[in-house]
């Protein structure tokens, strides 16, 4: 039996993922290989080389807690006004998040990860879907995080590559061609109760993004889950924290964890249909930030 791990993108929602992997670790559910997209690739990353015990997991949420936007995407005057001018190719550069991920990945190559890990990123020429199971980690996770307009396209072996998400956010079909006979995957949801649309670009961009990603899961889990056996983590539900909100990440995680558990304690490994949890929809009530459920 193969279990694989499925970690989709979300921005600041990938805080989410930590909470569902401390509730998996608590129950014995580890994962065989680690499919990462995005956020979800930074997020694998981590754990491919660290595991999951209870401490790594506990590290990993400490990352999560003290991260803000700044850290992942720093907004600079020069460089906005450089990038609406055609004269910069993206409104942040990646320095930042290349720091990020460097500091926290435990193996210097693809191949010597702990725990096999796959991380799924888009040919910005051909749109192709390219998966990367060898070669510099950082280079890869960093190129699987390169939203379209808001980081540069990562070049690795003559192909620009930029945000896995446009191709194939879930890659619940990579899991399956890899030989797992069972796929969890790990959604980051996205912000179903927010007060107001968003309203700069980058804000814009990754709402934009996270609603790609639902609608591309939807259809993949639906399509997989008579012939594999798919189990979709819930996404938290209602929320009302942008995919560009780094204040959150520990009340994030915590609700992960308990939204987690109780689909755990309710069976949800074995209720049909798994897609059912990430329809899209949205709430018209004032919410806090963190408050609510998950996805009924």
Known sequence: MVTAFVLSGGGSLGAVQV??????????VEPDLLIGTSAGALNAGFVAGRGTSTAALDEL?????????????PLQPARLGAAAMGRAPSLCPNGSLRRLVAEHVAFDRL?????????????????EEVVLSA???VDAIVASAAIPAVFPSVRIDGRDLIDGGVADNAAVSQAVALGANVVYV?????????????????????QALTLLIEQRLILEV???????????????????VSSTDFRHGALLAERARAATERWLDEG????????????????????NPCHGGQAA
Not at 19 to 28: D, E, F, K, W
Not at 112 to 123: E, Q
Request: with cysteine.
């Open 222 to 240: 639906a399509h997989f889950a008579e012939r594999t056996d798919i189990r979709v983590l819930p996404p938290l539900c209602p929320l009302s």
């Open 268 to 287: 949800g490994p074995r209720l049909a249909h798994p897609e059912r949890f990430l329809s899209l929809h949205r709430h018209s009530i004032n919410l």
């Open 135 to 137: 070669g510099d980690p």
């Open 19 to 28: 909470g569902m992997l401390q509730a998996l670790n608590a129950r014995g």
């Open 61 to 73: 949420a400490a990352i999560w807690a003290g991260l803000r936007r700044r850290d992942v995407f």
């Open 186 to 206: 790990l959604p980051t949801g996205y912000a179903c109760a927010l007060d107001d649309a968003p309203s700069s670009p980058l804000s814009s961009a990754l």
């Open 111 to 127: 191949e010597h990860a702990a725990i096999p890990l796959h991380v799924v990123t888009t040919d910005v020429r051909s749109g």
